[in-house]
């Protein structure tokens, strides 16, 4: 059986993690690791090819709306 990558944020402390959860399915199995800075850095990046916002939406409505801005003023 295959596992499956989950990654969430953790609501106390807002860290991201990614990782396989046990079979009951809410809870983290004991390989999960913080990837905040990647999971950040990669969707700036993402978000950076578009030239505009990125808006995510959930049950077909809007949820979220990411704008990044590059502080150093250099695209890549």
Known sequence: MK???HVAT???TGTIY???LLKCGNVWS???SDVTVEALVAV???AL???KPVVIHAN???EY???VERLNGEDQ
Request: proline share 8%; no cysteine; net charge positive.
């Open 3 to 5: 596992k499956t990558l």
């Open 10 to 12: 953790s609501p106390l």
């Open 18 to 20: 990614a990782g396989t």
């Open 30 to 32: 004991a390989n999960k």
């Open 44 to 46: 700036a990046e993402h």
């Open 49 to 51: 090819q578009f030239g």
């Open 60 to 62: 077909g409505k809007p």
């Open 65 to 67: 709306r990411i704008t």
